[in-house]
């Protein structure tokens, strides 16, 4: 069955060090997605991606980046991890014109910055 | 995308249906109206979408105005299985738009 995956599932880390969060779908979606949630809020978007080569900044795009290279993966870098950065990270894929935004999402990535 | 307003919380009793409702007073003709819901330290999981008329699938009914400016998700026999969070999202999937805005959502607590 195809799938949306996300690793490491927890990762901690410091202050100051890059982190990169990978997300692989087998969907063949064009889209992908990556979201943070933190308590008290919804989920945000951080960066988005339309297809190869293609990428986007969110509303919460400030020290994260990502690349898209092939269809299945969207990994999500950590420049310098910083404490505000601690949260749940979720991916997310759908497939381009269809008519209905039928997202599906990872399992998560809990992440600890110290 | 137009804004929605949902109740922070709702209970429901095992077996009963669970009505969420959402008001998005300010939606657009071509803005579907999208319900996800959020289990517990899980990713979100789609449940249903509609654009003017009421639609129904295995896991839930969805029932819009028909003025379009409020909706209802139905759970018709709500389980413990059932308790999340639900997010009702108002959006237009026309041309590449296809970014989601996620809120903070409906807490469903059912209970035995």
């Known amino acids: 069955d195809a799938e949306i995956t996300q690793s490491p599932r927890h990762k901690i880390t410091e202050t100051g060090r890059q982190v990169t969060l990978a997300c692989h779908q087998t969907?063949?979606?064009?889209?992908m997605f990556w979201y943070r949630q933190d308590l008290g809020h919804g989920l945000r978007l951080i960066h988005y991606s339309y297809g190869v080569h293609d990428t986007n900044k969110g509303e919460v795009s400030d020290g994260y980046s990502v690349s898209r290279s092939n269809t299945e993966d969207l990994p999500l870098t950590l420049e310098s991890a910083a404490s505000s950065q601690t949260s749940v990270y979720f991916c997310a894929s759908s497939e381009f014109g269809t008519g209905s935004e039928k997202l599906f999402f990872g399992s998560g990535t809990q992440l600890s910055v110290l | 995308d137009a804004k929605t307003t949902q109740p922070t919380s709702m209970d429901c009793a095992e077996g009963r249906a669970a009505n969420l409702p959402c008001n998005h007073s300010t939606i657009s003709g071509n803005e579907y109206v999208y319900w996800y819901r959020q289990i517990h330290s899980q990713g979100p999981q789609y449940i249903i979408h509609?654009?003017?008329n009421n639609e129904t699938n295995e896991m839930a009914s969805l029932i819009i105005t028909e003025d379009r400016k409020s909706s209802t998700l139905i759970l018709p026999h709500a389980t413990l299985r059932d308790t999340a969070v639900y997010y009702c999202?108002?959006?237009?999937?026309?041309?590449?738009?296809?970014?989601?805005?996620f809120g903070t959502g409906t807490r469903l607590q059912v209970t035995l």
């Open positions: 509609g654009l003017k």
């Open positions: 969907w063949n979606h064009n889209n």
């Open positions: 999202i108002v959006h237009d999937p026309s041309g590449t738009a296809s970014k989601l805005t």
